[in-house]
């Protein structure tokens, strides 16, 4: 079975692996599923798709045991603010976080990994764009946190990931991020949604995260 809104971003991410001279299916496409319901999710599972994005625990937690009843091999990863009292149930339901932007949750996170015996891939968040209203770690202050992630929570952390301000070029933003992961050593890349992930694959993306080029625009 196809889907329309998944095949067009397929195709054109594609076209964006091939223009960046990167490796044609390299990159992953994280589908955005908040605010849809399983009607919305079942298409493009149906369609062959297995990788889906959530913001909030307690709206994933809803929606996704159910879902994954139905097809275990399904990969959910956390893209939105985490509070330290949901790692539990976070390091429970997730396969990957995208978010970890304080010492309190790397701690908080490490614990439950080890307590639940699950290892999820890590991304931190980094503030490119140093927006106060905005999670993220500071961009200068990137080395020193991945460095306390490693040293004292001995996490393993295996990306950046960042949000460019809504009314801005994300070019410079992916750039710096990409310039960031390399300085630091770490190398996947967690950067792009709709609007942009063809330039975020330009600039190196591992990850795309994509909601409303699938599946319309939210409610
Ligand atoms: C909602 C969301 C997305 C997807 O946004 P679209 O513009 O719908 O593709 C990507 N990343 C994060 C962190 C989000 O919260």
Same mark, same amino acid.
């Given at each position: 079975?196809?889907h329309t809104?998944l095949d067009?971003? #397929?195709q054109?991410?594609a /076209?964006a692996?091939?223009?960046?001279?990167?490796?044609p299916?390299s990159v992953?496409?994280i589908?955005?599923?908040k605010?849809?319901?399983?009607?919305?999710i079942?298409p493009?599972?149906?369609?062959g798709h297995r990788?889906?994005?959530?913001?909030?625990v307690?709206?994933?937690k809803?929606?996704w045991?159910?879902?994954?009843a139905d097809?275990p091999d399904? /990969?959910?990863?956390l893209i939105?603010?985490?509070? #330290?009292n949901?790692?539990? =149930?976070?390091?429970?339901?997730f396969?990957?976080?995208h978010?970890?932007?304080?010492?309190?949750?790397?701690?908080?996170i490490?614990e /439950?990994?080890r307590?639940?015996g699950?290892?999820?891939k890590?991304?931190?968040q980094?503030n490119?764009?140093?927006?106060?209203?905005?999670?993220?770690?500071a961009p200068e202050?990137v080395?020193?946190f991945?460095? =306390?992630c490693r040293?004292i929570h001995g996490?393993?952390?295996?990306?950046?990931m960042?949000?460019p301000?809504?009314?801005?070029d994300p070019?410079?933003h992916?750039?710096?991020?990409?310039a960031m992961a390399q300085?630091?050593?770490?190398a996947?890349? #967690?950067m792009?949604? #709709?609007?942009?992930?063809?330039v975020?694959v330009?600039?190196g993306?591992?990850?795309v995260?994509v909601?409303?080029?699938?599946f319309?625009?939210r409610?």
């Amino acid at each position: 079975m196809s889907h329309t809104g998944l095949d067009a971003v #397929s195709q054109k991410l594609a /076209e964006a692996e091939r223009a960046a001279g990167r490796t044609p299916g390299s990159v992953h496409l994280i589908v955005v599923s908040k605010t849809f319901g399983p009607e919305a999710i079942l298409p493009v599972i149906a369609a062959g798709h297995r990788v889906f994005g959530e913001n909030r625990v307690q709206e994933a937690k809803a929606k996704w045991p159910a879902l994954r009843a139905d097809c275990p091999d399904l /990969e959910l990863h956390l893209i939105g603010p985490l509070q #330290s009292n949901k790692a539990a =149930e976070a390091v429970a339901l997730f396969d990957a976080i995208h978010t970890i932007d304080r010492p309190k949750i790397a701690g908080a996170i490490a614990e /439950e990994m080890r307590r639940q015996g699950r290892a999820l891939k890590l991304f931190v968040q980094v503030n490119t764009g140093r927006e106060p209203q905005k999670a993220g770690i500071a961009p200068e202050a990137v080395g020193q946190f991945l460095a =306390e992630c490693r040293d004292i929570h001995g996490l393993t952390i295996s990306g950046l990931m960042c949000i460019p301000p809504a009314d801005a070029d994300p070019r410079p933003h992916f750039e710096m991020l990409a310039a960031m992961a390399q300085r630091n050593g770490v190398a996947e890349l #967690s950067m792009g949604m #709709s609007g942009d992930y063809p330039v975020a694959v330009a600039c190196g993306a591992t990850h795309v995260r994509v909601g409303s080029a699938i599946f319309g625009t939210r409610g």
